[in-house]
């Protein structure tokens, strides 16, 4: 009796799609990725041999998260995979029949909303059409704006449990978690594990490039955005800034750094760009905010003035000799 069991099942999973679809009606269809997790609004079918009160009926998971099936109850269902969602259903008809054969399938996925915002073409609210992951997700807010810093983060409640990525924060208050990853790694595939599945109400946020700025006696003094990486070498800065004014005082530059108590105060940190410009120094990295400050020397602009009026007294004398 129980081979036959297994025999129906087997037939049932082919036939009742068919039957479904042919008649015009609901169609059962297997989520796109095994740890579906299910939300509120969403739809299944199941199907429990021996039990007509529940078989081939759709039932909808209702705002709350909670789902009413006949003889099991009222029961939450949002945060459960598939898979957990069949075995909590069996536990609670075991009751009523020995070992419940239940089959589950999902007919309508609109339980994933997710907010983009930052640096992205499309911010907003998006729903998603299944589970999908980051990248995907990605892609649905139109993509990245020029000004996107080299971080995605990503904040999901708790609920749905910690992020499963390495770099991951906990909030103690919410119990929200909170991760980042890099955007680079992330467009390139470095590390796939990075791509991680995006549930119902997952933020994820493309804060802009921070800045560093280069100022005094450059070529081409302003901010430069730090789009790719974290940081940026000092001499990758003057490279940006087009080099050092004939004028400047390389060897008492200065770095100028927000202190890291949030009070709006900097310190000021000393460098020899010269000795780093030599390899007498390693180079040093600048962080989003950091402000290189290179000072004009008072005796060459002094001896260069001096220059520059000789040569226009000598010019004019000459014209006017002749």
Known sequence: MRHLRYIFLILWLFWVPVRASSQGGLVARPPAVPDYVLGAGDQVVLHVIDMDEVSDKPFRIDPNGFVDIPLAGRFRASGMTLEQFKSD??????????????SVGLTDDQSRPVSIIGSVNAPGVHQLPGPERLIEVLSLA?????????????T???KWGKIPLPDVSVDLATGCSTASVS?????????????VLILPDDIISIPKAEIVYVMGNVHKAGGFQLSSHPTISLLQAVS??????????PQRAKILRQASGGDGKAIEIPVDITQIFTGKAPD??????DVLYIPNSATKSSSRRAIEAIL??????AIYHF
């Open 183 to 195: 955007l680079d790694d992330l467009l390139d595939s470095k590390n796939p594990v990075d791509n």
């Open 240 to 249: 940006l800034a087009e080099g050092i004014d004939k004028d400047a005082a």
């Open 142 to 154: 139109g993509g990245m704006k020029a000004d996107a810093g080299s971080r995605v983060i990503l």
């Open 312 to 317: 226009q007294a000598a010019t004019g004398m």
């Open 156 to 158: 999901r409640e708790q």
């Open 284 to 289: 040093i990295p600048l962080q989003g905010n």
């Open 89 to 102: 259903l069996a536990t609670r008809l075991s009751k009523y029949i020995t070992n419940p054969q239940i």
